[in-house]
């Protein structure tokens, strides 16, 4: 092309551009993209199965603590000895759970309250952290896990309850959470009572969804396989609410501002630490652990240090024991 042509295709173009300009209207981009759906999210048309009546007496009695040895002379023979030896410690926890146990984004590290409590454990068996191993498992992989033996234990916002304890040993209350409900700012709904034929989100395995679909409002269960996807449900307008313990809640919130909890905890949901059945000398283990903490001030430092400022202020729960 001779630099005259070159010329008049660039002024043609000029005057192309400019004819598009301020008094022509450009019409709005307009937006038809489905937003996908959490992996795995689902509705449920039929409720989760209904946790069974059958009694047990009151499942947060746990077993008395026992004596706690120097990590090594730990009872040959026993479930602490065989941790030690094996040189791990292997603690099943959440990686979406903000300040229970999740992942810091500028270290990739897991932290958190259930963390700083497996910490306490492998230092009773260890003299340090460093055996401790952490395996990620959603709410669904908690039981299967330890009933494969898969993992040590599992500390990660497990709420004990008569139907668990059919297949694993809890340890004594080391957390006391209630459920509670999560909503947008100005949603106007107040509490699970508010949320009759609305869509409300917590994850599979959970005492949450099984909650939610017992609820008397007969809110419609969605579940999830991580918290942090029923907060993107919820931004997305995919659910109107989630609900599930405090705790969880509270991390939700922190990261999303236009968020709010809503209405009085409708279900006590006391944490504790699952182990497979069968090991009764690691649950007396494990509680003389979390005994020292509640007196030791151990447990205050680790609850001032991830959730003061994000939940009110709390003391140790108190254990009970029956034998
Ligand atoms: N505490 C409830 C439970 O154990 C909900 C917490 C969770 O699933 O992470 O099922």
């Known amino acids: 092309m001779n630099r005259r042509k070159l010329t008049a295709v660039l002024v043609g173009a000029l005057l192309l551009v400019a004819g598009c300009g301020a008094d022509e209207a450009v019409p709005p981009t307009e937006v038809t993209a489905k937003v996908p759906l959490p992996a795995g999210a689902t509705e449920l048309t039929e409720p989760p199965e209904a946790p069974a009546a059958e009694d047990c007496g009151d499942p ?133 009572d508010s949320l009759g034929g609305k869509r409300v989100c917590a994850t599979d395995g959970s005492t949450s969804l099984r909650n939610i679909a017992a609820a008397d409002s007969k809110p419609v269960p969605v579940k999830v396989s991580d918290w942090t996807d029923c907060l993107v449900m919820l931004q997305q307008n995919q659910v109107d609410a989630v609900s599930t ?10 990261q999303d501002p236009f968020t709010q909890m809503v209405g009085d905890p409708f279900y006590n949901e006391p944490y504790g630490m699952a182990m497979p059945k069968g090991q009764p000398e690691f649950v007396r283990f494990v509680n003389a652990v979390i005994e020292r903490m509640r007196t030791d001030g151990s447990w205050q430092a680790t609850y001032d240090k991830w959730l003061s400022g994000l939940l009110d202020p709390a003391s140790p729960p108190a254990a009970k024991y029956k034998d």
């Open 60 to 192: 947060t009695a746990s077993l008395r603590p026992g004596s706690l040895p120097a990590p090594n002379a730990l009872p040959p023979g026993s479930t602490m000895a065989k941790i030690r030896a094996k040189g791990k410690l292997v603690v099943g926890v959440d990686q979406n759970t903000y300040r229970f146990g999740y992942r810091d984004p500028f270290t990739g590290s897991v932290e958190g309250f259930d963390i700083d409590m497996a910490k306490a454990i492998a230092r009773a068996i260890f003299g340090n952290d460093k055996a401790l191993q952490l395996r990620i498992l959603t709410s669904a992989q908690r039981i299967p896990a330890l009933k494969a033996g898969d993992v040590d234990i599992v500390i990660r916002t497990m709420s004990i309850n008569c139907d668990r304890l059919k297949d694993v040993d809890f340890s004594s209350v080391y957390y006391e959470a209630g459920q509670r409900v999560l909503v947008k700012e100005a949603s106007g709904y107040t509490g699970i």
């Open 245 to 254: 313990d405090d705790t969880i809640l509270a991390g939700l919130r922190a």
